[in-house]
């Protein structure tokens, strides 16, 4: 039996694959599924209406903005960013919700929604994905490596989420994000200062050093209920695993619940000592 969804990729996931442990998920098959003509991707450097600002211009506008909009309300922190950056603005999306996404298009309709297709997502993912896109109320875009699954994996000895994490979402995450954020000028993330230790001085609006580019954090101040209200009152999705055990979603063969008592993302890397991706470093 399988369950037919409606997605970017034309894609047709089963419905034992939905519920499958992600140990046992041929990544590589589904790729080659989902993805059949690889010259199709896009390549995530042709992403994006490109920069209008100099590097200098974003940074003086990310740290007078890090001080005026310190206390402000999200609507607030989103209203500022669509009128200052217009189509220039992104939003970044891991499918955990889509409050991030909805919650900007009310100020920036169509915004475009960047997901790191790494190619190891659980099913239920994906499929959050392919159901924001059908609502049609913004741009939803898959961000992924040149290199297909397969590609990736003969680069490794074995699974490469298994040998070498950093390496492993350097290659699938950090790279792909880098080359597509080249095109905005400004990117709204999901980081929560509940999160974790590491993520609880996150400012609401910040210099992005890494992407030289103003990173707008306007739901930093946010806990989980919230995100679980908001998404209730407005209709905006919520993955099933998160109520799972899964507070905080990556990629399938690198997430595990998180038991009573652990830190958002205590599931994520875990027993690796890794506690980020990459991309907000």
Known sequence: MSLNIPGLAGSL??????????????????????????????????????????EAELKEIAEAAAEELADASTDEILAWAAETFGNRLAVACSMANTVGPEYTARFQPGVDVLFLE???????????????????????????????????EANFTGKPYEIDTTACCGARKVAPLNAALDGYEAWVTGMRRSDSVGRADTPV?????????????????????????????????????????????????????????????????????????????
């Not at 499929?127 to 109320?137: F, H, I, N």
Request: glycine share 8%; with cysteine.
């Open 13 to 54: 996931i089963s419905v034992s694959e939905e519920k499958a442990d992600p140990a046992d998920i041929d990544y590589v098959a589904r790729d080659e599924r989902l993805n059949p003509d690889p010259s199709l991707i896009p390549d995530p450097a042709d992403l994006g209406p490109g920069r209008v600002r100099s």
């Open 118 to 152: 790494t190619g190891y997502h659980f099913a239920e993912t994906l499929e959050v994905r392919d159901q924001l896109a059908a609502k049609g109320t913004v741009n939803v875009i898959d961000v992924r490596a040149k290199e297909t699954v397969a590609q990736h």
């Open 205 to 281: 609006v910040q210099w992005d050093r890494s992407h030289k580019m103003v990173k707008v954090n306007a739901f930093a101040n946010w806990t989980l209920p919230e995100i679980e209200r908001w998404a209730a009152l407005n209709e905006a999705l919520i993955n099933p695993l998160h109520y799972d055990g899964f507070p905080s979603i990556g990629c399938g063969p690198c997430t595990r619940r998180v038991a009573p008592g652990e830190d958002a993302r205590a599931g994520r890397w875990a027993g690796s000592g890794k506690t980020e991706c990459g991309i907000h470093l």
